[in-house]
């Protein structure tokens, strides 16, 4: 990111950061002021000038390891990327090749001419392979999964496909009516779950869980309202955790299927495995709501058990990642 350090020291126009850098052309020099603001290190003083973001003096005050850490923030925060990534992780071990990448980007993203898409796309894998998120492996880019100081992706947009198909602009365009018909259930579910993160134990199983998927070498992802989702060996699944307590379980495990429902419903995946994550088991008392739960609703059932998931007998192969 030397563009930063660029901007930091005085640069403001693409000739400034083009000069700072070295042997680089104007247009170069809009290609590398571009990027930073892209990530939020930088943002538009007025027009052909850029100045330092807070996370961009951040940025340039931090050691190397902070610095990556960062980047990694800024490229997990940015829609573009969590688009790439999806794409990437559609294509498995096998990996994507580098024309399907660019072919991609530029079919759901903004990147300018032909050649500005390009160089835009190897920047992109530049930075995606300095962090360990990508591998190049026969000239295929193979997505190596979350580290561990990540537990989970978090996608800003409501608008966003949290559990992307098509991997096709129509797709994203669809989500986007489909929520904004959708606006004021919508919010309801945010404010609903805001209410619930709040509790220590629901980030608990968030969490607990998240870790389970991200051993599969998968991304787990959640947004303002759903707890988490996942697209496992090519099946996706929705998640909602619920804290419970011997008085409070009924009517848990009942917000709990409801929402499940309008989830999907909203994210437009009707072929996705509801899955409900309980903080303690049912009682005997409740036996007859699992078997409503698994039976006449078709959801999947799991719960805690001192920091270990279990789940019925009859759906433990639609669940081996627990």
């Known amino acids: 990111m030397m563009s930063i350090g660029a901007i930091a020291a005085g640069a403001k126009t693409d000739d400034d950061i083009a000069e700072a850098i070295g042997q680089l052309s104007d247009r170069q020099g809009r290609y590398y002021r571009r990027a930073t603001e892209i990530l939020g290190f930088a943002e538009r003083a007025r027009n052909n000038e850029s100045s330092l973001t807070k996370l961009g003096k951040l940025f340039q005050r931090a050691n190397a390891g902070d610095k990556d850490a960062l980047l990694l923030s800024a490229i997990l925060n940015n829609p573009v990327f969590i688009r790439l990534l999806s794409f990437l992780e559609s294509h498995g071990t096998s990996g994507a090749s580098r024309i399907e990448i660019e072919k991609f980007l530029a079919s759901v993203a903004e990147l300018g001419e032909a050649s500005m898409a390009g160089r835009r796309t190897s920047t992109y894998l530049s930075w995606l392979r300095h962090l360990g998120l990508v591998s190049v492996n026969a000239s295929s880019f193979?997505?190596?999964?979350?580290?561990?100081?990540?537990?989970?992706?978090?996608?800003?947009?409501?608008?966003?496909?949290?559990?992307?198909?098509?991997?096709?602009?129509?797709?994203?365009?669809?989500?986007?009516?489909?929520?904004?018909?959708?606006?004021?259930?919508?919010?309801?579910?945010?404010?609903?779950?805001?209410?619930?993160?709040?509790?220590?134990?629901?980030?608990?199983?968030?969490?607990?869980?998240?870790?389970?998927?991200?051993?599969?070498?998968?991304?787990?992802?959640?947004?303002?309202?759903?707890?988490?989702?996942?697209?496992?060996?090519?099946?996706?699944y929705i998640f909602e955790m619920k804290s419970t307590t011997e008085k409070n379980l009924h009517h848990q495990a009942r917000r709990g299927i409801s929402q499940l429902y309008e989830y999907r419903y909203n994210q437009n995946v009707p072929d996705a495995k509801l899955v409900l994550v309980l903080e303690t088991p049912l009682s005997n008392k409740m036996a007859w709501m699992a078997d409503y739960i698994l039976k006449d609703r078709n959801l999947l059932l799991v719960w805690d058990g001192n920091n270990r998931f279990y789940c019925p007998d009859s759906i433990s192969e639609q669940l081996t990642f627990i």
């Open 142 to 236: 193979i997505l190596n999964g979350l580290p561990a100081s990540v537990p989970f992706v978090t996608i800003g947009s409501d608008e966003e496909p949290i559990l992307p198909v098509s991997y096709d602009l129509t797709e994203y365009q669809e989500q986007a009516r489909h929520v904004k018909k959708s606006g004021e259930a919508i919010q309801y579910f945010v404010d609903q779950a805001s209410r619930e993160r709040a509790n220590s134990a629901h980030e608990g199983l968030v969490r607990l869980m998240a870790e389970k998927i991200r051993l599969c070498g998968v991304i787990p992802r959640r947004n303002r309202f759903i707890d988490l989702s996942a697209q496992i060996e090519g099946v996706n």
